[in-house]
C-alpha cells in the first residue's frame, strides 16, 4: 500500500518534488539522517531548536526534508508540519531502552492524526551498530 | 576566470609594487603595515596576509617553525621568548632593518606575531576540546555539568543527577549527557564560562529563556552558540574579535568571552524579535549569524557586552 501510493503520488507530481518529514525522539538522530542525505559533516551535529530544512536531489527527484526538533517542548508544534507531507520517516534510537515506551506513544499519536492519514510511514530504526541497541525484532 | 587572472597579475605585479614603495618611502611592506594599520585586527590580519604571500626563505622559515611549535605544542606562554625572539630577529635581518631606528617596529611585529600564532594555537585547542565527547563515567565531566547547575540555580539543589529539573535550565531532557553532541565537552566549558566569569549577564540572559511568551531552552541554543563560535573561529571571521581585544592575546578563555557575548547578543536580538515560538529558532539563528559576519567582516569592530536596562 505504501509503495503505491507513493507511486500515485509521484504521477500526480510532474515536478518530482517530494516532502519527507522527520520525526521521532530527542537524540534519535534525525538531524544527523537530514545531513547524510545531504552528503553533509555529520560529526558538528547539535541539538535541534525549532527545526532544519535541506532540499537534496536525489535520483531526479527533488526531496524536500524537514527535521523537527524532538524534545518534549516542542513536539506540540509537530503537527504544524504535517501537511502536504508525502513520507513519513519516524527515527528511533535503539540504543534508548528506556523510552521505547514513550516513543512509541509519540508515533500512535501521531498516526491518529487526520492530516496524516494515507501518508507513508517508515519507521528507521537507527543507531544499530551500537552494541546496546536493541535488536530487531525485539526478542 | 576573472579571479584567476588577477591572482596571476599580483603573482608578477606584487614583487613590482613592492620593489617601487620600498624604494620611495624606504620601508618594507612589514613596516609599512605596521606604521600605517591602526594597531589590532586591521594592522595583524594585514602582516599575517603579507607573510603568508612571502617569497623570502627566511621568511617561509620562520612560518613553518612558528605553525610546528603550535603543532607540537610547545606553544606557551611561558615559552614565548624562545618562539618569538629568534623569529623576529631573523625577520628584520631579512628585512634589513634597522633596530635602532624602527624600535616601534620591533614591539610591534612582534605583537602580531603573537596574536597570529596564538589564534592558530588556540583554533587547534578548540578543536581538541569539541573532539572529547561527555562522558558521564569521567567524573570530572560530571563534576562540571553540577557545577553548571549549582552556578546557574544557586538556590535550588538537583534532587538527582538525572531529573526533570536539568529542563529548567534548557536541557533536552532528564539527563543532559546526550545533549552536547558533535560539540562535546566545548558545549560544556562555553556554558561553564558563561555562568561563571558573566554571573549578572548570564542569569539576565537565563531569566531571558523563562519568559512566558519568547521564552526558549538556554543551554540547547548555547550549544547551538558554541557550533556557531567554532565555525566562525575555525573559518578566521572570529579574527576581528581575537585581535582587537587589547589585553588578552587569543586563547581559551577569550574563545569563552567571545561564545559569552554571541550568547549575550542573540538573547537580546531573540527577545527584540519578539517570536511567536521557538520555531522561529533557525530563522533568528540565521539572521543573528548573518549579522555577527557582517560586523567581524569589518577590521574596525570592537565587541563588548554591554549591559542593558531591561524593558521588558
Known amino acids: 500500500m505504501g509503495l503505491l501510493s507513493i507511486l500515485k503520488k509521484l504521477r500526480s507530481n510532474p515536478d518530482k518534488e517530494l516532502r519527507l518529514l522527520l520525526l521521532g525522539l530527542d537524540n534519535a538522530g534525525k538531524t544527523t539522517l537530514l545531513k547524510q542525505l545531504a552528503s553533509e559533516d555529520v560529526t558538528h551535529v547539535t541539538p535541534t531548536a525549532g527545526f532544519n530544512i535541506k532540499s537534496v536531489l536525489s535520483s531526479g527527484f527533488k526531496l524536500n526534508v524537514w527535521d523537527i526538533g524532538g524534545q518534549r517542548k516542542i513536539r506540540p508544534y509537530w503537527r504544524n508540519y504535517f501537511e502536504n507531507t508525502d513520507i513519513l520517516i519516524y527515527v528511533v534510537d535503539c540504543s534508548d531502552h528506556q523510552r521505547l515506551e514513550e516513543t512509541s506513544q509519540e508515533l500512535t499519536e501521531l498516526l491518529q492524526d487526520d492530516k496524516l492519514r494515507g501518508v507513508p510511514l517508515l519507521v528507521y530504526a537507527n543507531k544499530q551498530d551500537l552494541s546496546t541497541a536493541l535488536p530487531s525484532p525485539r526478542q | ?312
Not at chain 2, 587572472?5 to 618594507?28: A, E, G, H, M, N
Not at chain 2, 624602527?102 to 596574536?115: A, D, N
Not at chain 2, 540547547?220 to 581575537?242: P, Q, R
Request: aromatic share 12%; proline share 4%.
Open chain 2, 1 to 312: 576566470m576573472i579571479i584567476n587572472l588577477w591572482s596571476v597579475l599580483q603573482w608578477y605585479l606584487r614583487p613590482i609594487i613592492k620593489w617601487f614603495l620600498r624604494k620611495t618611502t624606504r620601508l618594507c611592506e612589514l613596516q609599512r603595515i605596521c606604521y600605517g594599520d591602526k594597531a589590532g585586527a586591521p594592522r595583524t590580519c594585514n602582516v599575517e596576509r603579507s607573510l603568508m604571500l612571502s617569497r623570502t626563505k627566511d621568511i617561509k622559515e620562520v612560518i613553518s617553525h612558528l605553525d610546528a611549535t603550535v603543532a607540537e605544542k610547545r606553544f606557551t606562554v611561558d615559552n614565548f621568548r624562545n618562539i618569538f625572539d629568534p623569529s623576529v630577529a631573523i625577520i628584520i635581518r631579512a628585512k634589513q632593518i634597522n633596530c635602532k631606528l624602527h624600535g616601534s617596529f620591533v614591539v610591534s611585529i612582534r605583537r602580531c606575531l603573537e596574536q597570529i600564532w596564538s589564534y592558530r594555537n588556540l583554533v587547534n585547542e578548540v578543536e581538541e576540546l569539541r573532539r572529547i565527547q561527555f562522558d558521564s563515567n569521567d567524573p570530572s565531566h560530571e563534576e562540571k555539568l553540577l557545577k553548571l547547575w549549582s552556578l546557574l540555580v544557586p538556590n535550588e539543589l538537583l534532587e538527582s543527577r538525572v531529573s526533570k529539573q536539568w529542563q529548567a535550565i534548557g536541557f533536552q531532557g532528564d539527563d543532559p549527557k546526550t545533549d552536547f553532541r558533535g560539540m562535546g565537552l566545548l558545549g560544556l566549558e562555553n556554558l561553564l564560562f558563561f555562568a561563571s566569569e558573566y554571573p549578572q549577564a548570564s542569569s539576565h540572559v537565563l531569566s531571558h529563556s523563562h519568559h512566558p511568551k519568547y521564552g526558549y531552552t538556554f543551554a540547547i541554543v548555547g550549544i547551538n552558540l558554541t557550533s556557531m563560535a567554532y565555525y566562525l573561529l575555525k573559518d578566521g571571521s572570529a579574527k576581528t574579535y581575537m585581535f582587537n581585544t587589547k589585553r588578552y592575546l587569543p586563547d581559551i578563555n577569550l574563545f569563552h568571552r567571545f561564545y559569552c557575548y554571541l550568547f549575550y547578543e542573540f538573547d537580546k536580538m531573540w527577545i527584540e524579535s519578539k517570536p511567536q515560538n521557538i520555531m522561529e529558532f533557525s530563522v533568528i539563528f540565521k539572521k543573528f549569524e548573518n549579522a555577527v559576519r557582517t560586523e567581524l567582516a569589518d577590521p574596525a569592530s570592537v565587541f563588548r557586552i554591554n549591559i542593558e536596562v531591561d524593558t521588558i
